[in-house]
């Protein structure tokens, strides 16, 4: 400490401190938090450094993020940031924080959109942006067009993309890629000379039934509420999505929706219904169903036998 009413305290004290508070207030991961906080008041990791001292001006930031996280306000809105695949995507309140289950639906985007030359990728429910920033950044040559209903969302996707073309987010845009945000319901604002050759559709949409609410950790609801509920039973975005879908995609375009792994076996059935193929469901990292893949019909290829039947990949 720098005064001399205070007995010096080290990085490792006030980092088990922490720990302490926020276990007792039911944060569920408090060693990680701790150590985040510790990083984001201080400037050093507690792990690394935890003999440095704590000087009083930090020992006060920590003091000031650790009630803000022990009245469960979620760590990424705290800090300012969070990790998503390997970039650093800004967080803001009002704007759903990106989860790392969503890793794997930007992940496959990438994959499937890097199939293609120079792709036309469709991110409806953009949210943060941050699967959108990824495919900026991983995607040579793509065109991203991402939506949100919610003007604050639109925002931080302009910030996130915008971080990215800076190369300030850990990874700069990939060579000929370019990304736009337009505010608007699902793919209404998608320029309507778009239709019928979108390579990839990917989103994130609302998908939790209005019910789930009562479950939910104090975290999650400084969620805005659109970005989580899907109307009262939860699946009114994503039926409408896959409604729309094929109407998008380009023959063999393919379509990736993160999906409440509930309801995955109904999600198979309407994608084959919606007309598209080879529907398939993708685990996350926990083994849950998270994501459902399919892909629009190409005349120009024959059916594989596979085809229109649902299978776990
Ligand atoms: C679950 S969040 C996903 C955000 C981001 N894609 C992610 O994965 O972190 C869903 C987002 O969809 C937006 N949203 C909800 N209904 C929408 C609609 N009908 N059209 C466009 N966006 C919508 C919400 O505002 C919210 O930002």
């Given at each position: 400490?720098?005064?001399?009413?205070?007995?010096?305290?080290?990085?490792?004290?006030?980092?088990?401190?922490?720990?302490?508070?926020?276990?007792?207030?039911?944060?569920?991961?408090?060693?990680?938090?701790?150590?985040?906080?510790?990083?984001?008041?201080?400037?050093?990791?507690?792990?690394?450094?935890?003999?440095?001292?704590?000087?009083?001006?930090?020992?006060?930031?920590?003091?000031?993020?650790?009630?803000?996280?022990?009245?469960?306000?979620?760590?990424?809105?705290?800090?300012?940031?969070?990790?998503?695949?390997?970039?650093?995507?800004?967080?803001?309140?009002?704007?759903?924080?990106?989860?790392?289950?969503?890793?794997?639906?930007?992940?496959?985007?990438?994959?499937?959109a890097?199939?293609?030359d120079a792709p036309l990728i469709v991110e409806?429910?953009?949210?943060?942006g941050?699967?959108a920033a990824v495919l900026l950044a991983h995607v040579p040559g793509a065109h991203v067009v991402a939506?949100?209903?919610?003007?604050?969302?639109?925002?931080?996707a302009e910030?996130n993309l915008a971080?990215v073309r800076a190369?300030?987010?850990?990874?700069p845009a990939a060579r000929g890629a370019s990304a736009q945000v337009r505010?608007?319901?699902?793919?209404?604002?998608v320029p309507?000379?778009l239709?019928?050759?979108?390579d990839?559709?990917?989103?994130?949409?609302?998908?939790?039934?209005?019910?789930?609410?009562?479950?939910?950790?104090?975290?999650?609801?400084?969620?805005?509420?659109?970005?989580?509920?899907?109307?009262?039973?939860?699946?009114?975005?994503?039926?409408?999505?896959?409604?729309?879908?094929?109407?998008?995609?380009?023959?063999?375009?393919?379509?990736?929706?993160?999906?409440?792994?509930?309801?995955?076996?109904?999600?198979?059935?309407?994608?084959?219904?919606?007309?598209?193929?080879?529907?398939?469901?993708?685990?996350?990292?926990?083994?849950?169903?998270?994501?459902?893949?399919?892909?629009?019909?190409?005349?120009?290829?024959?059916?594989?036998?596979?085809?229109?039947?649902?299978?776990?990949?």
């Amino acid at each position: 400490v720098t005064t001399s009413t205070r007995v010096p305290t080290t990085l490792g004290r006030v980092t088990v401190e922490a720990e302490q508070r926020l276990a007792a207030a039911g944060v569920l991961t408090p060693r990680v938090d701790a150590r985040w906080l510790v990083m984001h008041a201080c400037g050093v990791d507690p792990w690394r450094f935890p003999d440095a001292w704590v000087d009083a001006e930090a020992a006060r930031r920590l003091d000031d993020v650790l009630r803000r996280r022990v009245a469960r306000e979620p760590l990424q809105l705290v800090v300012g940031d969070t990790g998503f695949c390997d970039l650093t995507v800004r967080c803001r309140a009002g704007v759903f924080v990106p989860r790392p289950e969503t890793e794997v639906l930007a992940m496959r985007a990438v994959e499937a959109a890097n199939r293609h030359d120079a792709p036309l990728i469709v991110e409806p429910c953009t949210g943060s942006g941050a699967v959108a920033a990824v495919l900026l950044a991983h995607v040579p040559g793509a065109h991203v067009v991402a939506t949100d209903v919610d003007p604050a969302a639109v925002a931080l996707a302009e910030e996130n993309l915008a971080r990215v073309r800076a190369g300030t987010s850990g990874r700069p845009a990939a060579r000929g890629a370019s990304a736009q945000v337009r505010l608007g319901d699902l793919l209404t604002p998608v320029p309507p000379d778009l239709r019928g050759h979108v390579d990839v559709l990917v989103a994130n949409p609302p998908y939790l039934p209005v019910s789930d609410a009562r479950q939910w950790e104090p975290e999650v609801h400084h969620d805005p509420p659109t970005a989580l509920v899907g109307g009262p039973d939860g699946h009114e975005v994503v039926d409408r999505l896959l409604a729309e879908a094929g109407s998008w995609l380009a023959p063999g375009g393919t379509l990736l929706v993160e999906i409440d792994a509930r309801r995955a076996p109904a999600a198979l059935k309407q994608a084959t219904t919606a007309g598209l193929l080879d529907a398939q469901l993708v685990d996350d990292l926990t083994g849950a169903p998270r994501v459902l893949r399919a892909r629009m019909p190409d005349p120009s290829v024959p059916n594989r036998a596979r085809a229109d039947r649902g299978v776990r990949s």
